[in-house]
């Protein structure tokens, strides 16, 4: 079993960047598919990216398409979720989440989420 530990949120201004992180710990990161998500005030949770265990393959949620990166060190047992081009619509707790099941396709994972789930970190953007 995996756990997840979130950093790297915080306020930023709309139009600025910043870079969610997230640790893993008690398992090789190797061993799972790695995701983001997220949930604003109000809102259900949703997906925002995933990427394969090897880091060859990602796939986004369109609302994030060209704005951020998803990428992992699995040296560092580490994932993180470069966002860019912020709007106060961004603003949400971010999840880290995993998923050993790396038999299912990107589109399960991004309806049904992930097994594993970090405590979330706060991103907050101003207008």
């Known amino acids: 079993q995996v756990q997840l530990v979130e950093s790297g949120g915080g306020l930023v201004q709309a139009g600025g960047s910043l870079r969610v992180s997230c640790a893993a710990s008690g398992r090789a990161l190797s061993s799972y598919v790695m995701g983001w998500f997220r949930q604003a005030p109000g809102k259900e949770r949703e997906f925002v990216a995933l990427?394969?265990?090897?880091?060859?393959?990602?796939y986004y949620a369109d609302f994030v398409q060209g704005r951020s990166t998803i990428s992992r060190d699995n040296a560092k047992n580490s994932v993180y979720l470069q966002m860019n081009s912020l709007n106060p619509e961004d603003t949400a707790v971010y999840y880290c989440?995993?998923?050993?099941?790396?038999?299912?396709?990107?589109?399960?994972?991004?309806?049904?989420?992930?097994?594993?789930w970090g405590k979330g970190t706060l991103v907050t953007v101003s207008s």
């Open positions: 990427i394969r265990r090897s880091g060859g393959s990602t």
């Open positions: 989440a995993a998923d050993e099941r790396a038999y299912l396709g990107d589109s399960y994972f991004s309806r049904y989420g992930m097994t594993y």
